[in-house]
């Protein structure tokens, strides 16, 4: 019995359901631990435990899947080791998203004790506050859980001919923007063909971030050319520390205290989804989009 890695390169489009890899592993001797997909090298990677490689390539092929590689744990070189880290963050985003998670609950379950105490008296206003702690607790809960579902998940894209101003005006209904902050949106607007929705949590995670960085003026524009538009948002904020620049679009490369560090590699997955670029730059802070028109 010995410890393997499968890997296989994937079209992000086209990837199995990860449920139907670990079924029936049982039947072949195999032990199925970790299951994982990393969307920015387009691998999926299964780490069990197997008599030999023979039974993994049986249980594959019994699923109609080839892999592209098969390796013992003990006979490691640095690209598994890398195939593992990745495994390992994955661990790591599933222990801080479960303590986040954790903490609001307990938030929320405070909150609402609090709550039935008071409602025998007259302390409405403190009541309000607490509603809205619960309110906010269940918020970032929610927000927490479509973060990493959307890191683990494959979605293929539901593309339709979709109009870049809509989808920004639509990110903006998402927020209570501080009323010391101003937003300005292109007058101009251009059509593409893109997954509307993952487009808007693009557009949503970069304006939020802006906003949690205590921006006061968020502005963005559009360029439109013959084969492509450029979206870039620009803030006033403080702007990313030079050795944070290369950083910020890794999962998991946060500097805020309760972040997850996932919003921007997501943004990443999405615009490579679409066969687009996002880049960022400094003075100001910009974030740049290309995407390809159709
Ligand atoms: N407009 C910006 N100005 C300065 N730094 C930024 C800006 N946008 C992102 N960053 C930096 O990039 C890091 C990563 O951003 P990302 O959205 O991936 O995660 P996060 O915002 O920290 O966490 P979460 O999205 O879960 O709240 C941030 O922690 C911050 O340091
Ligand atoms: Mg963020």
């Given at each position: 019995m010995g410890y393997f890695l499968a890997v296989k390169k994937i079209n992000p489009e086209s990837c199995p359901d990860l449920e139907s890899v670990r079924q029936n592993a049982d039947e072949f001797g195999i032990k199925v631990y970790q299951l994982a997909f990393n969307r920015e090298l387009h691998k999926m990677y299964c780490l069990c435990q197997s008599p030999s490689e023979n039974e993994i390539k049986e249980h594959l092929k019994k699923l109609q899947i080839t892999c592209d590689e098969i390796v013992e744990?003990?006979?490691?070189?640095a690209s598994n080791f890398e195939a593992l880290s990745n495994i390992t963050k994955i661990g790591q985003t599933i222990a801080n998203f479960s303590h986040e998670i954790r903490q609001s609950i307990s938030i929320a379950s405070i909150n609402s004790h609090l709550i039935q105490k008071k409602?025998?008296?007259?302390e409405f206003e403190r009541v309000k506050t607490n509603v809205t702690r619960i309110e906010n607790a269940i918020e970032k809960m929610t927000r927490q859980i479509n973060e990493v579902l959307d890191f683990v998940r494959v979605a293929p894209l539901l593309k339709k001919e979709s109009s870049i101003k809509k989808i920004l005006q639509d990110a903006l209904i998402g927020f209570t923007i501080p009323q010391d902050v101003s937003i300005k949106i292109p007058d101009n607007d251009s059509i593409v063909m893109c997954d509307g929705e993952k487009i808007q949590s693009v557009f949503s995670n970069i304006i939020g971030n802006a906003i949690s960085i205590h921006a006061k003026r968020i502005t963005v524009t559009l360029n439109e050319e013959s084969h492509f538009v450029e979206v870039n948002f620009s803030d006033d904020g403080p702007g990313i520390p030079k050795e944070n620049i290369e950083k910020?679009?890794?999962?998991?490369?946060?500097?805020?205290?309760?972040?997850?560090?996932?919003g921007l590699s997501i943004c990443k997955s999405i615009i490579e989804q679409h066969n687009g670029t996002i880049k960022v730059r400094n003075h100001p802070t910009t974030f740049t989009i290309v995407l390809p028109k159709r």
């Open positions: 744990i003990e006979n490691q070189n409602l025998d008296t007259k910020i679009f890794e999962p998991l490369f946060t500097t805020k205290p309760t972040g997850t560090g996932l």
